[in-house]
């Protein structure tokens, strides 16, 4: 995966993956291709990707994801 370049927080790699991973996943469960393009729009702040979160199960560790979208 590219980096974005609409990210213009820090640029940490293992952030940037943990974020795209949670889209690649959700993407995974539904294959619909524009889950996969929307979650990552706006760098991750997005409905979409935390509605990802909440689908993956993930919902106990929203705060730390929510923390790595702000620092990308």
Do not use: H, M, W
């Not at 979409?48 to 106990?60: E, G, K, T, Y």
């Amino acid at each position: 995966q590219v980096f974005d370049q609409a990210c213009k927080g820090i640029y940490d790699r293992a952030i940037f993956k943990k974020l795209d991973r949670v889209c690649e996943d959700c993407y995974n469960l539904y294959r619909k291709p524009y889950v996969a393009t929307t979650c990552r729009q706006n760098c991750y702040a997005n409905s979409v990707f935390r509605q990802c979160l909440d689908d993956l199960l993930l919902i106990d560790v929203v705060d730390e994801y929510i923390s790595g979208v702000q620092t990308v």
